[in-house]
């Protein structure tokens, strides 16, 4: 938090987090939120709470939450749609596909891929 201040960017910084303080005040206005640290039994509600306040909100965190139990709480969406993480460590989305746009928006496009 240090160094982006130094460096201009805008920060706040939460050193624990206590799901029963509301979180919506510490967001506002935000662009991103970075976890950094070890996932706690709080960390599944505590990224749905962020996603909740603000779905728009970027949610970045250290490889430290990078563990199955909280991937599964969490699932996740993207542009590609829906996925999890199976007991291989892979997503459940296509291993390959490809985007198009239609009607000014980038979709998934679910053509035949054998048809180029």
């Known amino acids: 938090a240090e160094a982006a201040k130094a ?3 805008e920060t ?5 987090w206590d799901h029963a303080e509301g979180i919506a005040h510490d967001v506002e206005g935000a662009e991103a939120v970075l976890y950094v640290g070890v996932p706690g039994p709080g960390t599944a509600a505590l990224w749905r709470d962020l996603h909740t306040a603000d779905p728009a909100l ?3 965190a250290t490889d430290g939450i990078a563990v ?3 991937v599964r709480a969490i699932d996740a969406d993207s542009v590609l749609g829906r996925y999890s993480i199976d007991d291989d460590g892979l997503t459940t989305s296509p291993a390959s596909g490809r985007l198009a746009i239609a009607d000014g928006e980038l979709v998934w496009d679910r053509g035949d891929p054998a048809a180029g």
Not at 12 to 16: C, D, F, H, K, N
């Open 7 to 9: 460096r201009g960017i």
């Open 58 to 60: 970027w949610l970045l």
């Open 68 to 70: 199955d139990w909280v």
């Open 12 to 16: 706040r910084s939460r050193p624990v």
